[in-house]
């Protein structure tokens, strides 16, 4: 009966995937991080929106990318 044993070995393996990840989740601050580019109307330089997500908290961020020319 390897079907048996095998699908509750796979299991114990998921389950422990899973609480690892949750405990990872309530220890650490932040655990995610994304960063989408926004186009802004009217010829706007290129902003960039960086979120940090958490359990607790999601901190949003607006990043407005300057080019300046220097000679």
């Not at 699908?7 to 601050?29: D, I, K, Q, R």
């Not at 994304?34 to 902003?47: C, D, G, Y």
């Not at 929106?49 to 949003?60: E, N």
């Amino acid at each position: 009966m390897c079907v048996r044993s095998c699908s509750s070995g796979l299991a114990v393996a998921v389950g422990l995937v899973s609480l690892t990840a949750l405990v990872t989740g309530f220890v650490s601050n932040v655990w995610l991080y994304t960063r989408e580019p926004v186009a802004l109307p009217n010829n706007q330089p290129p902003t960039t929106v960086t979120f940090r997500i958490g359990f607790w908290r999601v901190c949003p961020a607006l990043n407005k990318t300057n080019y300046t020319v220097r000679e």
